[in-house]
């Protein structure tokens, strides 16, 4: 274990179970992770990052995810809106927003809205210029993070294309509503955001406004879906690790369970699913280290095995250890409902399919 997932183990600890009823990540955790750089931690070291390659912050996010995935989710959104200021922003809006992001300040990114889920291109939020400055109005849903965050990256309508824009969440006009008893990740800060005319300097519009949605929020979910594919990766180890333990632990009919055939067999099959999701994410990485042209099918790729993998895995788990993973905030009880998000955020399974269809259409010809 190094010194990165060292830390992260000690702020969780066995605290993640009462996260999870309570609904609640304390601000503790939260700002030394923070302040550590390790929420976002492929920001280079100029801004206050670690500078990691997407493999070793995927291996260190697996390490969160196996330990609690509303944490993980707050590390999805932090490193989310970090890569799309680097991507989209100035080289001015660069230096000022994010060393923010390695010193403490929490943000989220806003995509979903009510009319406007897996076919994004239906987003009506709007920011227009209004003089110097940009008026947003509009309403985003499910948004990761935005319970916490101080600084939400909000993506809308702009003149005939598309932005983002960095709206403070105390600014005047933003209300966030948190979404009450979520199904899974439940202390990942899930909420809602109004913007009723929430009025701003101009220079708070990402570089790049004006350009095509498609290209701005694929930036932004390309490196989510690796983060999420990653977690994913966490949960498999968590529910192969407790399923493992309770296996050998437990007796029936007079043997360890571990030795009977049948829990053998799902044993197998939750390391088969754990091995799996990791080879392909370990691809992902490598192909976004690289700058491959297929960064993006990889990471399409990635996220749907891993989210799939988790949620079968996750209900194998459950059947293994029946009424001792059954108490809700147990970790196995947590991995069932958490896993199954996982196939809906950043790109449904249906939407996955979709994708990796047309990726096989388009190298088949």
């Known amino acids: ?51 990691l390659s997407s493999l070793d912050n995927g291996r260190f996010t697996a390490h969160v995810g196996s330990l609690c995935s509303s944490l993980r989710s707050v590390m999805t959104s932090q490193g989310m809106a970090a890569w799309t200021i680097q991507r989209l922003g100035s080289a001015q809006q660069r230096a000022d927003h994010l060393p923010r992001l390695t010193s403490g300040t929490l943000a989220a990114v806003g995509f979903s809205e009510p009319e406007a889920g897996s076919d994004l291109s239906a987003i009506s939020t709007e920011i227009r210029p209004d003089g110097d400055d940009v008026v947003v109005d509009g309403r985003k849903v499910w948004v990761t993070a935005a319970h916490y965050a101080h600084l939400l990256v909000i993506f809308g309508r702009y003149g005939d294309g598309a932005a983002a824009v960095l709206v403070p969440a105390d600014a005047p006009g933003v209300t966030v509503e948190r979404v009450a008893d979520p199904m899974g990740c439940r202390a990942a800060g899930h909420a809602g955001i109004r913007l009723d005319s929430v009025r701003l300097p101009r220079d708070h519009v990402l570089g790049g406004a004006g350009a095509a949605l498609t290209m701005l929020v694929t930036a932004a979910l390309s490196y989510g879906r690796m983060s999420v594919a990653w977690g994913c990766v966490g949960i498999l180890r968590a529910c192969l690790a407790a399923a493992s333990c309770h296996a050998k632990s437990r007796e029936q009919f007079g043997r360890p369970l571990a030795q009977h055939q049948l829990i053998g067999g799902h044993l197998a099959d939750l390391l088969v699913a754990e091995q799996t999701a990791t080879r392909v994410c ?22 749907h095995v891993g989210a799939t993998q988790a949620a079968a895995a996750a209900a194998t788990a459950v059947q293994v250890l029946a009424s001792a993973g059954a108490s809700d905030g147990h970790v196995v009880a947590r991995a069932y409902r958490d896993a199954k998000l996982m196939e809906i955020i950043e790109g449904s399974n249906e939407l996955c399919r979709l994708m990796l269809a047309q990726h096989a259409l388009s190298v088949s010809g």
């Open 282 to 303: 370990e691809h992902a990485s490598h192909r976004w280290d690289e700058g491959s042209p297929d960064m993006v099918t990889a990471a399409v790729l990635a996220k």
């Open 1 to 51: 274990m190094n010194d990165r997932e060292a830390l992260v183990s000690e702020l969780v600890g066995d605290r993640a179970d009462t996260w999870d009823l309570t609904g609640l990540i304390p601000a503790e955790p939260l700002r030394k992770l923070g302040e550590a750089g390790l929420l976002c931690g492929e920001l280079p070291e100029q801004y206050g990052g670690l500078g």
